[in-house]
């Protein structure tokens, strides 16, 4: 079943202003997460990834954080701008023993100019 | 080209037909996926593949769907008697690893199916 991606459905940020998706997954095996960011009518695209030994990671104005303890993950873009309005996906690797990503249902986030 | 390559990237056809969706992987890429998208959703796995063997089929919905890998690289998706509810975006992906090491998986743009 579906173990990622308790969150807000949709999220609107003011142009500038950071912005926080979080995701929530339920398999404390999971040893391997990873943000995606999809476009209207687009293949998800890889934003960042952090394993489970971390429990943050830095990139491109974004920024992955990984608590372990209560299973929950967010992707923190910093200074959003227009070109950021997509949908964003979390993905888990259910552990050593897993070779597939599964992913939740995703946040639509929208700029506001 | 340098992505992986999905084809075709749109595909209408009636109730009952046969379709078959291409994935052309990254070069080199031993890992590929399938996964299927609706509207609104996150991507689903349908199968997986490790060079030319399906690694994990346990995603397929039914036994109309199969897919083959027969040469390690370009992969082939088929759906036989297609239904409405097959209508979705048919996403490819590949990646260098597997297995513990799998890492990110590369997207194709997908192929579009609708079912009339």
């Known amino acids: 079943g579906e173990s990622v991606g308790l969150h807000l459905p949709t999220l609107s940020v003011q142009e500038g202003d950071n912005s926080i998706i979080n995701c929530a997954y339920s398999?404390?095996?999971?040893?391997?997460f990873i943000w995606y960011k999809q476009e209207s009518g687009k293949g998800p695209q890889f934003i960042i990834d952090?394993?489970?030994?971390?429990d943050k990671r830095q990139g491109q104005r974004v920024t992955v954080l990984l608590n372990k303890t209560v299973k929950h993950l967010s992707l923190q873009i910093a200074a959003t701008q227009p070109g950021d309005s997509a949908v964003y996906f979390c993905a888990e690797k259910g552990g050593s023993n897993d070779y597939k990503l599964s992913f939740g249902a995703g946040t639509t986030v929208t700029v506001r100019a | 080209g340098a992505g992986v390559s999905q084809t075709p990237s749109n595909k209408v056809t009636e109730k009952g037909k046969y379709v078959e969706l291409r994935c052309d992987p990254i070069s080199g890429h031993t890992a590929l996926y399938w996964y299927r998208q609706s509207l609104g959703q996150g991507p689903e796995f349908l199968i997986y593949f490790q060079g030319t063997g399906a690694a994990d089929d346990s995603g397929l919905p039914n036994d109309r769907f199969f897919a083959v890998r027969p040469e390690g690289s370009v992969s082939t998706l088929k759906i036989q008697r297609t239904e409405r509810g097959d209508s979705a975006m048919y996403l490819c992906a590949s990646s260098p690893t597997s297995g513990m090491n799998t890492g990110e998986l590369f997207f194709g743009e997908g192929s579009r199916l609708t079912v009339l």
């Open positions: 952090i394993r489970s030994n971390m």
């Open positions: 398999n404390s095996a999971s040893d391997y």
